[in-house]
């Protein structure tokens, strides 16, 4: 069985500041993971993904994830959030088994407000 | 190009009325996914076409039916929908399976009157 639990519903920061969103995963099978973005009335877009290679991960838009095996979490970071940041940030975890991929499981989402 | 397109956009339809949802991918990708949005929360999963044959199927009333003419396209046949069925519409492609990365469109809003 596959969970993601993002345990921030909602994270508010000044522009300039750092952000931090926070997913912890739980995987049966070697895990991949995936942040995406989905801004209003927009489809998801891919921030990243952890696939068994780097630990840390760098996406777009200067975003970047450690996955940490120990903790079993895969946080999002940023070191300097701008206005356009202000989106829906989703966690997800999919796993390679023997007989195939299990499909994406999602998080419930974490809200980011960006203050000016 | 990473590009899934939709359409169309919107959608206002009634309880009795037939209507189909259009996904396009021209990733070579052959594997293909309806999802389900409701406000405020993750996608859900309907359906996964692989090398466009179903092969999940998460338990969706048959008043949605894919259909995969091609491996580039992916329909969703809605017929008989009720105001609960009222979401976004999400489609998403991949290489060939769930762990390699889903491509999402901007997905199709649904109103049922």
């Known amino acids: 069985a596959q969970s993601v639990t993002q345990l921030d519903s909602h994270v508010s920061v000044s522009e300039g500041t750092p952000v931090l969103l926070r997913c912890n995963y739980s995987s049966s099978y070697s895990p991949s993971l995936f942040w995406y973005v989905q801004h209003p009335n927009k489809g998801l877009q891919l921030l990243l993904k952890?696939?068994?290679?780097?630990?840390l991960v760098k996406g777009i838009n200067g975003f970047e994830a450690e996955f940490k095996k120990s903790e079993t979490s895969f946080h999002l970071t940023k070191p300097s959030a701008h206005m356009s940041d202000a989106a829906e940030y989703f966690c997800a975890v999919s796993g390679s088994r023997n007989s195939g991929n299990t499909p994406l499981v999602f998080g419930k989402g974490t809200r980011l407000s960006v203050i000016a | 190009d990473t590009e899934v397109t939709q359409t169309p956009k919107h959608l206002v339809m009634g309880m009795t009325n037939k209507k189909s949802l259009k996904c396009e991918q021209h990733?070579?990708?052959?594997?293909m996914y309806w999802y389900k949005q409701k406000a405020k929360k993750p996608p859900e999963l309907m359906f996964v076409y692989s090398y466009e044959k179903l092969s999940i199927n998460e338990s969706v009333p048959s008043r949605f039916s894919p259909e995969c003419p091609n491996s580039s396209l992916l329909n969703l046949h809605l017929h008989a929908l009720q105001p609960e069925d009222s979401a976004l519409y999400l489609c998403?492609?991949?290489?060939?399976?769930?762990?390699?990365?889903?491509?999402f469109g901007p997905g199709t809003r649904l109103l049922v009157l």
């Open positions: 990733m070579g990708h052959r594997a």
């Open positions: 998403a492609s991949s290489q060939s399976g769930a762990v390699e990365t889903q491509y």
């Open positions: 952890y696939t068994s290679a780097a630990t």
